[in-house]
């Protein structure tokens, strides 16, 4: 079985007057942690600031504007040049809005914490119960979606 995480997240756009996406809700699997984990290593080896790529991570990532909390409406103005940037310590996605010059940029996800994450999905299945109502949203996910499953 490969282990995916679903991950989500607040996107800021620099340009006061273009609408821009409001969330990223991107799919990571093994692989893509490997390689953020290796990119991670060099930026802190080689005393980098980052390292960006355009593709290399298995999804793309897709975005949404929020009309009221609750729902997720899909982000239909589009965005380009989408590139994954890997710090020593995090990883988020930048790119444009199609047609424009307006950037956008993902909050950070810490790295430590995406590795804790696949690492929980290793857990015993008896352990996840106790898990259902943890403070961190993506133990809580990943606790009910294992469960659900019975894996």
Same mark, same amino acid.
């Given at each position: 079985m490969i282990k995916t995480l679903e991950l989500e997240c607040p996107v800021s756009t620099y340009d006061e007057f273009v609408e821009g996406p409001k969330v990223l809700k991107i799919t990571l699997n093994e692989k893509d942690l490997?390689?953020?984990?290796?990119?991670?290593?060099? /930026? !802190?080896?080689? *005393?980098?600031?980052?390292?960006?790529?355009?593709?290399? &991570?298995s999804d793309y990532p897709h975005y949404y504007v929020t009309d009221d909390e609750e729902?997720?409406?899909e982000f239909d103005g589009g965005t380009e040049c989408d590139q994954v940037v890997v710090?020593?310590?995090?990883?988020?996605?930048?790119?444009? /809005? !199609?047609?424009? *010059?307006?950037r956008y940029e993902s909050d950070s996800f810490? &790295?430590?914490?995406?590795?804790?994450?696949?690492?929980?999905?290793?857990?015993?299945?008896?352990?996840?119960?106790?898990?259902?109502?943890d403070e961190d949203?993506?133990?809580?996910?990943?606790?009910?979606?294992?469960?659900?499953?019975?894996?």
């Open positions: 490997a390689w953020i984990n290796k990119m991670a290593r060099i /930026v !802190k080896r080689h *005393e980098l600031h980052t390292i960006t790529s355009y593709n290399h &991570i729902e997720l409406k710090t020593d310590t995090g990883v988020y996605w930048k790119g444009f /809005v !199609k047609h424009t *010059e307006a810490s &790295i430590k914490k995406l590795n804790n994450y696949f690492k929980f999905m290793d857990r015993p299945i008896e352990d996840m119960p106790r898990y259902l109502n949203e993506y133990i809580k996910q990943i606790a009910e979606t294992r469960m659900e499953k019975g894996e």
